[in-house]
């Protein structure tokens, strides 16, 4: 068991499996008995960046298994507003709490504090490079949904270039020998290159589309995302795709009976809510999901009794 939970590039297969077995054990829990898990831990809820769900549901992950949780949502209500720095931060908070959840606009900021204490520290998001607990919450999801990962037909939408959510997705999907991507982005949007290369040639299987009817015809996963203003730097450059797909529940007229639609929310357009009531829609069920997993990940980074 590694001590933090930066990058999906540092789990093997079979310790992302734990955590999805975790999970599915803390979900047939009985509330009374989650209590017991984690009582006396002291969670620290860093949030650099604005978030809802993350933190809320890691805040109440930590409440749930019996722990409780400091922290702040606005760093201006901070020291680091007075010229703090992350090192002195970490070093202070660490005599405070037993584990530290912390999201980031800097990219690498979160295995960089990592570097700095000992406690366990899990990234809840760090720019625009890996956002690993939503990644496990979205496999948990999908297995719940479908039964099962591997082998299943995925396609992203949207923000594919600064998305991190797909970026830490893809990585482990890799791993679960999912080999068909449709990526369904604007060309100024398009998921980097180096995700396309691997050791394992031909393997793989990218196929680029600006075609979203494409993609729902053949897929069984469809993981939409936001195009996030607050990522560019240039707006005009914002105002030009941000309306690029928007899904309704009439494009799915094509789709498989047992399609689900994903989303890391928040939303802006890209999902009409005509969606929302549909067997098609997974993202408010998958925010519930988050909960579940991040119960699995605090507990056993904290050692905590399943
Ligand atoms: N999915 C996600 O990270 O949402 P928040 O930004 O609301 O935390």
Known sequence: MKKDLISMDDLTLDEIKIYLEVARRIEAMPLPERLRVLPGKIMASLFFEPSTRTR?????????????????????ATSVSKGETLSDTIQTIENYVDIIVMRHPGEGTARRAAELTDLPVINAGDGSNQHPTQTLLDLYTIEKDLGRIEGITMAFVGDLKYSRTVHSLVRALMKFNVTEFYLVAPEALRLPGYFMMNDQPGRYRFIETESLEEAIAKCDILYMTRIQRERFPDLLEYEKVKDSYVLSHSMLASAKADLRVLHPLPRVNEISTDVDHTRFAGYF?????GVIMRQAILSMHLGGRI
């Open 285 to 289: 069920p998958q925010t519930r999901n």
């Open 56 to 76: 809320l549901s890691f805040e109440s992950a930590m409440h749930r298994l019996g722990g409780s949780v400091i922290g702040f949502a606005d760093q201006g």
